[in-house]
């Protein structure tokens, strides 16, 4: 371990307390995946990510990496046509436990 995680958990300062799996598309649109929390402090060295205010539907699911798969699936062929939102172009936030 190189104390990333460490030096995260220090910066934790908001309401939303714990560390965070985030993907979105960056600017080359390729897909990435982010360890991040959120903040207030300066970034440092860290990659700063700027979440635009959105309306965001919370699911909730525990057990393996498979199992968060499936719920995902779920959530995009079976509660998302049905639910009257679309899709926005913006990170998808997976909280994934506290520190």
């Given at each position: 371990m190189?104390?990333?995680?460490a030096r995260?958990?220090?910066?934790?300062?908001t309401?939303?307390?714990?560390?965070?799996?985030?993907?979105?598309?960056?600017?080359?649109?390729?897909?990435?995946y982010?360890?991040a929390?959120?903040?207030?402090k300066e970034k440092?060295?860290f990659?700063?990510?700027?979440?635009?205010?959105?309306?965001?539907a919370?699911?909730y699911?525990?057990?393996?990496?498979?199992k968060?798969?499936?719920?995902?699936t779920?959530?995009?062929?079976?509660?998302?046509?049905?639910?009257?939102y679309?899709?926005?172009n913006a990170p998808?936030t997976?909280?994934n436990?506290?520190?």
């Amino acid at each position: 371990m190189d104390g990333t995680i460490a030096r995260l958990a220090e910066m934790m300062d908001t309401p939303i307390y714990g560390l965070m799996g985030v993907s979105t598309c960056n600017e080359k649109d390729e897909w990435e995946y982010l360890v991040a929390v959120s903040t207030t402090k300066e970034k440092g060295d860290f990659e700063e990510l700027v979440v635009p205010p959105s309306t965001w539907a919370v699911f909730y699911e525990e057990g393996p990496v498979i199992k968060m798969q499936e719920l995902e699936t779920r959530i995009v062929t079976e509660w998302l046509p049905t639910s009257g939102y679309e899709y926005a172009n913006a990170p998808e936030t997976v909280k994934n436990c506290a520190v």
